[in-house]
């Protein structure tokens, strides 16, 4: 299957007459680059998509793939514009941009805020329930419902 993706790729940007010398160095780079990032196709490719339109990406080698053969990329992780505390929070920002590794931001639950980082992949909320008072090793508490982190997330953006 790969092949005949490569075939393709080569075939449908071939017809380079006409164009400047600039555009058909730049075309034959990404035909390159598209090709070297072939095999990864078979286990998945980066993509970094944001969340205002389904067709809106931010542009990565991976991307020229779709672009060089013509076939149109989407998503479906769009923002419902009427939610306006969750789209201005988001504005522009990409899927890679809001998921940033290291990073403090404030965690709203049941009316409660809480302090949360992201370590190694893993979102952990700072252990500051009275439940805690008599574990003096625990600090951080894992979030484990990707539910509960989006629903902070959105909301420690808008505050």
């Not at 400047?20 to 078979?42: F, H, K, M, T």
């Not at 992780?77 to 789209?87: E, F, L, N, S």
């Not at 252990?127 to 625990?138: H, K, R, S, V, W």
């Amino acid at each position: 299957m790969l092949s005949l993706v490569a075939e393709r790729l080569l075939d449908s940007n071939t017809n380079l007459n006409n164009k400047n010398v600039g555009y058909v160095e730049n075309q034959q780079q990404n035909i390159a680059v598209a090709i070297d990032l072939l095999p990864r196709l078979a286990t998945g490719i980066d993509v970094n998509f944001k969340f205002r339109r389904i067709d809106d990406f931010e542009f990565t080698r991976e991307c020229a793939i779709f672009d060089l053969l013509d076939i149109p990329l989407y998503h479906g992780w769009i923002v419902d514009p009427q939610d306006y505390d969750t789209a201005n929070a988001i504005e522009s920002k990409s899927y890679n941009t809001l998921m940033g590794e290291r990073e403090i931001c404030v965690f709203l639950q049941n009316n409660h805020f809480s302090t949360m980082f992201k370590f190694e992949g893993v979102l952990y909320v700072l252990a500051t329930d009275q439940g805690y008072i008599n574990q003096p090793d625990l600090v951080w508490e894992k979030l484990n419902e990707v539910n509960h982190f989006l629903y902070g997330l959105f909301a420690s953006r808008s505050s």
